[in-house]
């Protein structure tokens, strides 16, 4: 078992930026990738962005490419999405989650846990 928390969502105006972070706990496998999910308010939970192992080559929906950067530190088991340049579109709960594979995957089926989600609303 592995459990996902994450932390950071709050209410930011347009323009304004913020950090989620996700810090995994538990039962870690040695080679995994992370990503990022959203699912705003009578819509489907949608892919936002992802890092594999190497953390080499991080991929991003096209809504939020040139806005929004993941990071991990592997030492700390933790996945970081910094956001700028926020939109009222991208007001959602923002989901971590964690793949048992070194490759990244657009497609939430592909994660093996998920954590709770953590609100972010942007105002105009």
């Known amino acids: 078992q592995v459990q996902l928390v994450e932390s950071g969502g709050g209410l930011v105006q347009a323009g304004g930026s913020l950090r989620l972070s996700c810090a995994a706990s538990g039962t870690i496998p040695s080679f995994y990738s992370m990503g990022w999910f959203r699912q705003a308010p009578g819509r489907e939970r949608e892919f936002v962005a992802a890092?594999?192992?190497?953390?080499?080559?991080?991929i991003y929906a096209d809504s939020v490419k040139g806005r929004f950067t993941i990071s991990r530190d592997t030492a700390k088991n933790t996945v970081y999405l910094q956001m700028n340049s926020l939109k009222p579109e991208d007001t959602a709960v923002y989901y971590c989650a964690i793949r048992y594979y070194r490759s990244v995957s657009y497609y939430a089926n592909d994660y093996n846990y998920w954590g709770q989600g953590t609100q972010v609303t942007v105002s105009s």
């Open positions: 890092t594999g192992w190497s953390s080499s080559s991080p």
